[in-house]
């Protein structure tokens, strides 16, 4: 092990199983990244410059080890002709799911991420990144998982209802969703980017049953698709995903973020001692609302729970209105568990 590692070397050391000098900090920050850097959460969303910017100047305050191209769902939604309009203090907002009102998929068209403005600007982000950035740090590119974009594009409520009622479609409407992930993916690692997020926030919703019989084929032929790349892969469920992680056990991510609904311990028994956790103190609690002795204990209590194969996460998106000195408490160095230590 070097004496001290760039960001990047971090990272890689702990995926390959290796001692790294700390542990990888891997937040994910996005209004509070722009907020950081007197901007808003609308010009952050639409302009891959002022992203960029924001990431990287917090990981330079804060000590992060990964700058992301996360901002909001909608890339590839838009992608697939959804209107999107821009707020200045939340998120982008979806105006018409295009297959809400009809769920015809022959009026879905396949986006081209080179061409597709939302998606395009993603794409630009990493190149950006890997311009200013060089190999300092990871760099993390991002798609939707098929549940997420599936629900994005049908609507939440009548995709839930596809599960139940006509799977065949709901299985039909992921593959769509898989092509475009895995299209989009390639276009973001052809810029520079060596790790892939998937985020499949919905399918915490859905019974290990559905889960395993219908979304959990379409993670694994993207997942699949993705190692194929060579680049690293990270999954993103939001929520409470304990039933669902002996079929989550079964996709070979290499990095699976964990909410603070999920024992780390629970999570490393089902998934074994080859992957890489992340997570999970509570966001809002405990990050946002402190104090930073909290914050340091909480992290440091992770790490021993998940073993040797960590990184420093809160259990989702860091909280706008986070105190900047709670933020350094998370992300402060922490040596890493001993050897053998499997948290098993």
């Excluded at 810029?191 to 019989?213: F, H, K, M, N, R």
């Excluded at 890489?276 to 992290?299: F, H, K, Q, W, Y």
Aim: aromatic share 6%; with cysteine.
């Amino acid at each position: 092990m070097k004496a001290t590692l760039t960001s990047r070397e971090r990272y890689l050391t702990v995926l390959r199983g290796g001692q790294p000098d700390f542990l990888p900090r891997i937040p994910i920050l996005m209004q509070f990244a722009a907020e950081y850097i007197g901007s808003n959460y609308g010009a952050f969303a639409s302009d891959h410059r002022v992203l960029v910017e924001a990431n990287l100047r917090c990981a330079a305050d804060f000590g992060l080890d990964q700058v992301s191209t996360i901002s909001d769902p909608y890339r590839e939604t838009s992608g697939f002709g959804a209107p999107i309009e821009y707020q200045r203090d939340s998120g982008p907002v979806c105006l018409e799911p295009p297959l809400e009102g009809n769920p015809d998929l022959v009026r879905l068209p396949r986006p081209d991420p080179m061409r597709a403005p939302r998606m395009r600007d993603r794409i630009d982000a990493v190149r950006l990144y890997r311009e200013r950035a060089g190999d300092t740090y990871s760099v993390l590119g991002w798609i939707e998982g098929p549940a997420a974009e599936a629900a994005d594009l049908r609507g939440v409520s009548n995709f839930l209802m596809d599960l139940l009622d006509d799977p065949d479609y709901a299985r039909d409407l992921m593959a769509r969703c898989v092509a475009t992930g895995i299209d989009f993916a390639r276009a973001q690692v052809a810029a520079g980017a060596d790790t892939i997020g998937i985020g499949d926030a919905v399918a915490s919703q859905v019974s290990p049953q559905v889960y395993e019989a219908l979304i959990l084929p379409q993670e694994r032929a993207l997942v699949s698709a993705l190692r194929a790349m060579g680049v690293f892969v990270r999954l993103h469920i939001c929520g409470n995903i304990t039933h669902l992680l002996p079929g989550i056990a079964t996709l070979g991510v290499d990095i699976l973020d964990v909410d603070h609904l999920v024992s780390l311990a629970v999570a490393r028994r089902a998934v074994g001692p080859a992957v890489t956790l992340a997570g999970n103190v509570d966001p809002v609690s405990c990050v946002m609302r402190g104090p930073a002795e909290a914050v340091r204990a909480a992290i440091t209590a992770c790490a021993a729970a998940a073993g040797t194969r960590f990184m420093v996460n809160a259990g989702c998106e860091i909280p706008a209105a986070t105190p900047p000195a709670h933020l350094r408490a998370l992300c402060a160095p922490l040596a890493p568990p001993a050897v053998g230590c499997d948290g098993l």
